[in-house]
């Protein structure tokens, strides 16, 4: 089992940058497979993005893919997610989630097993 805490959200001008970091509290980090979601106001949670175990593998949503990025330093247990060139529609709360099975590359949150609380990202005009 899995508890995993996101940092790191707040407000920004379009155009700026956040990272957010998702701190997991577990003695074998290495095995979880790591998520990236959102969930905007009365919209269903979206996929972001995902590493795999080593994080030498990921995967991006079309609508983040060259703006975001994630990446894990397995010595501190932390995945992040940075975030540039913001635009007012990537205002939600992020998620990350944490799946424990023999595979990776997951993009549906059903397939994840462990969430955090969120953190709310604000993206003015």
């Known amino acids: 089992q899995v508890q995993l805490e996101e940092s790191g959200g707040g407000l920004v001008q379009a155009g700026g940058s956040l990272r957010l970091t998702c701190a997991a509290s577990?003695?074998?980090?290495?095995?979880?497979?790591m998520g990236w979601f959102r969930q905007a106001p009365e919209k269903e949670r979206e996929f972001l993005a995902v590493?795999?175990?080593?994080?030498?593998?990921?995967v991006y949503a079309d609508s983040v893919k060259g703006r975001f990025t994630v990446t894990r330093d397995n010595a501190k247990n932390t995945v992040y997610l940075q975030m540039n060139s913001l635009k007012p529609e990537d205002t939600a709360v992020y998620y990350c989630?944490?799946?424990?099975?023999?595979?990776?590359?997951?993009?549906?949150?059903?397939?994840?097993?462990?969430w955090g609380q969120g953190t709310q990202v604000t993206v003015s005009p």
């Open positions: 577990t003695d074998t980090f290495t095995t979880y497979a």
């Open positions: 989630a944490a799946n424990d099975g023999t595979t990776w590359g997951m993009t549906r949150a059903d397939e994840y097993e462990y």
């Open positions: 590493i795999s175990w080593s994080g030498g593998n990921t």
